[in-house]
C-alpha cells in the first residue's frame, strides 16, 4: 500500500513539473509574442515619424517655392515709375494686410517714446506716416496729429484711440509724405518712423523730406527712421528689394480672394524697401538752408535722424 502511494505522489510531482514547465513555456513565448509587438510598434512609429518629417519638409519647400514664385521680378523697379512702385508695392499692400499689421505692432520704440517724453507740453506734432497710431498716446500732454497714406492703417488708428475720439478718426488725416495737406510751419515738431524707406526715387526721397522740413516750424525737430542696409542679419544683396508679407487666414477677406497664397493659407504679398546705408539719410538735407542733423545712430537695424531748423530772426 506505502509503495502504491509513494508511485502515486510521484505521478502528482511529476504533472506538478510538467505543468510548471508549461507555464514557464508559455510565458516565454508571450514574452516574446509582447517583444515583437512592441518591436513592431516602435518600427510603425519611427516609420510614422519619418514620414511626418518628409511631409513637413516637403510643405515647408513648397511655401518657400510659393513665396519664391509670388515676389515680384527685380527688373520691375527699373520698369515701373516710382510712383507706381509705391501704390502697388507699398500703399495697395498696406490696405490689404492693415488688420494684421496692426496686430503685430503694439510697442512703441524706446527712443522714439523718449523723443515724444521730452518734447515740450502743448507742442503740436505730426506723426507722419503713423500706421496704426501707436505713438499717437505716447505723451498725452502733446497735441498729436497723424497723417498716413493707407485708408486701411488709418481706420485700425481711429479704432485703437483711447477716450472720446475712439473711432471717430479725429486727428487722422489721409496724406502721402511727399504732398502733405498742410501749411508751412503748422507743426511744432514731427516725426516720421519707418516709412521714408518706401519712397522709391532718390529724388523723391529728398524732396519728401523737404516736405516734412516745410510743415515744422522754424527751431522745431524731425525724427526720421529708416531700416538699415548694414543690418546683421540682412537675407538681401541689394538697398532696393521687396519684402514678403504672409497674410494669416483669419485676417483675409473676399479682397484677398485672388491673391497668390503658399500651402498653410497665407496670402503672400510684398511690400518695396530702400535700405539706407550709413549717412545717406543724414545728406538728404544737404543744400537745405537753416536745416542741421543734430543726432544720428544707428540703433534696432535702423538709422535714426533728428533734424532741427534754424529759429526765426529775432
Same mark, same amino acid.
Given at each position: 500500500?506505502?509503495?502504491?502511494?509513494?508511485?502515486?505522489?510521484?505521478? $502528482?510531482?511529476?504533472?506538478?513539473? $510538467?505543468?510548471?514547465?508549461?507555464?514557464?513555456?508559455? =510565458?516565454?513565448?508571450?514574452?516574446?509574442?509582447?517583444?515583437?509587438? =512592441?518591436?513592431?510598434?516602435?518600427?510603425?512609429?519611427?516609420?510614422?515619424?519619418?514620414?511626418?518629417?518628409?511631409?513637413?519638409?516637403?510643405?515647408?519647400?513648397?511655401?518657400?517655392?510659393?513665396?519664391?514664385?509670388?515676389?515680384?521680378?527685380?527688373?520691375?523697379?527699373?520698369?515701373?515709375?516710382?510712383?507706381?512702385?509705391?501704390?502697388?508695392?507699398?500703399?495697395?499692400?498696406?490696405?490689404?494686410?492693415?488688420?494684421? #499689421?496692426?496686430?503685430?505692432?503694439?510697442?512703441?520704440?524706446?527712443?522714439?517714446?523718449?523723443?515724444?517724453?521730452?518734447?515740450?507740453?502743448?507742442?503740436?506734432?505730426?506723426?507722419?506716416?503713423?500706421?496704426?497710431?501707436?505713438?499717437?498716446?505716447?505723451?498725452?500732454?502733446?497735441?498729436?496729429?497723424?497723417?498716413?497714406?493707407?485708408?486701411?492703417?488709418?481706420?485700425?488708428?481711429?479704432?485703437?484711440?483711447?477716450?472720446?475720439?475712439?473711432?471717430?478718426?479725429?486727428?487722422?488725416?489721409?496724406?502721402?509724405?511727399?504732398?502733405?495737406?498742410?501749411?508751412?510751419?503748422?507743426?511744432?515738431?514731427?516725426?516720421?518712423?519707418?516709412?521714408?524707406?518706401?519712397?522709391?526715387?532718390?529724388?523723391?526721397?529728398?524732396?519728401?523730406?523737404?516736405?516734412?522740413?516745410?510743415?515744422?516750424?522754424?527751431?522745431?525737430?524731425? $525724427?526720421?527712421?529708416?531700416?538699415? #542696409?548694414?543690418?546683421?542679419?540682412?537675407?538681401?544683396?541689394?538697398?532696393?528689394? #521687396?519684402?514678403?508679407?504672409?497674410?494669416?487666414? =483669419? #485676417?483675409?477677406?473676399?479682397?484677398?480672394?485672388?491673391?497668390?497664397?503658399?500651402?498653410?493659407?497665407?496670402?503672400?504679398?510684398?511690400?518695396?524697401?530702400?535700405?539706407?546705408?550709413?549717412?545717406?539719410?543724414?545728406?538728404?538735407?544737404?543744400?537745405?538752408?537753416?536745416?542741421?542733423?543734430?543726432?544720428?545712430?544707428?540703433?534696432?537695424?535702423?538709422?535714426?535722424?533728428?533734424?532741427?531748423?534754424?529759429?526765426?530772426?529775432?
Amino acid at each position: 500500500m506505502a509503495a502504491k502511494t509513494r508511485i502515486c505522489f510521484a505521478h $502528482l510531482e511529476a504533472d506538478v513539473h $510538467l505543468d510548471r514547465s508549461s507555464e514557464r513555456a508559455q =510565458r516565454i513565448v508571450a514574452g516574446r509574442a509582447a517583444a515583437a509587438e =512592441r518591436a513592431a510598434a516602435a518600427a510603425k512609429a519611427k516609420a510614422e515619424a519619418a514620414a511626418a518629417a518628409a511631409a513637413a519638409a516637403a510643405k515647408a519647400e513648397a511655401a518657400a517655392a510659393a513665396v519664391e514664385a509670388a515676389a515680384p521680378r527685380s527688373e520691375e523697379l527699373d520698369e515701373l515709375p516710382g510712383a507706381e512702385v509705391e501704390a502697388v508695392y507699398v500703399g495697395d499692400v498696406y490696405d490689404a494686410i492693415a488688420a494684421h #499689421f496692426s496686430a503685430t505692432r503694439h510697442s512703441g520704440w524706446p527712443l522714439v517714446e523718449a523723443h515724444l517724453q521730452a518734447l515740450p507740453d502743448g507742442a503740436v506734432v505730426g506723426d507722419i506716416g503713423c500706421g496704426n497710431g501707436k505713438y499717437m498716446a505716447c505723451n498725452r500732454r502733446l497735441l498729436m496729429v497723424g497723417l498716413d497714406r493707407s485708408a486701411g492703417l488709418l481706420a485700425e488708428a481711429a479704432a485703437a484711440a483711447v477716450g472720446p475720439t475712439q473711432g471717430s478718426g479725429e486727428g487722422l488725416v489721409r496724406a502721402d509724405l511727399k504732398d502733405l495737406p498742410l501749411r508751412d510751419g503748422a507743426l511744432d515738431h514731427a516725426i516720421c518712423i519707418a516709412a521714408l524707406h518706401h519712397v522709391r526715387e532718390p529724388s523723391a526721397r529728398r524732396a519728401a523730406v523737404a516736405e516734412m522740413l516745410r510743415c515744422v516750424a522754424p527751431g522745431g525737430t524731425l $525724427l526720421v527712421t529708416v531700416w538699415a #542696409f548694414e543690418q546683421e542679419a540682412r537675407t538681401f544683396d541689394g538697398q532696393d528689394t #521687396f519684402v514678403p508679407w504672409k497674410l494669416a487666414p =483669419r #485676417f483675409q477677406g473676399p479682397q484677398h480672394a485672388d491673391l497668390p497664397r503658399d500651402p498653410t493659407g497665407n496670402v503672400i504679398l510684398y511690400r518695396y524697401y530702400h535700405l539706407f546705408r550709413a549717412g545717406e539719410l543724414d545728406a538728404l538735407v544737404d543744400g537745405l538752408d537753416g536745416v542741421d542733423v543734430v543726432e544720428s545712430r544707428y540703433d534696432r537695424d535702423n538709422w535714426y535722424v533728428v533734424f532741427r531748423k534754424a529759429p526765426a530772426p529775432a
